[in-house]
């Protein structure tokens, strides 16, 4: 798609109607661009997320000029933020376990062989539960 970013995490949650919860703040994933803070951007509070070149590159959904992440993609980048601290391991696994049901788990699979086998582990002790 050529997109270098994409609205992910709670932003990609509610562009997917995942859930009907508002966050206080946009959350932006790219290869290119890291804020340690969240910075205003015309009244709204937005994150920068830095993430790997690779991990850029596809689960990503384009509506007119808007690109946010799939429900696939968006549960692994919270697995994989919390891992460095980002995103709260508990949050991270209570959006796995919420949304769980709702996902395409051959997508998650092949997705998941663009992270780190750490967390591909994870997803194929999820991916075994009934």
Known sequence: MGAR??????????????????????FILSDFTYRPKPICIQGEKVWFVKIKPQLVSFGVVRRGDVVFSDPEKTVLD?????????????????VLTEYSGELDWDKVCRYSRYYP?????????????P
């Not at 970013?5 to 932003?11: D, I, K, Q, R």
């Not at 086998?117 to 539960?129: C, F, N, P, V, Y």
Request: aromatic share 18%.
């Open 117 to 129: 086998k750490s967390l591909r582990k994870i997803i194929e002790r999820a991916a075994s539960l």
């Open 5 to 26: 970013w994409y609205y992910g995490l709670y932003t990609a949650l509610r562009l997917n109607a995942m859930t009907h919860e508002y966050f206080d703040a946009l």
């Open 78 to 94: 919270f697995l994989y933020l919390s891992r460095y601290g980002r995103v709260s391991e508990r949050a991270a696994r209570n």
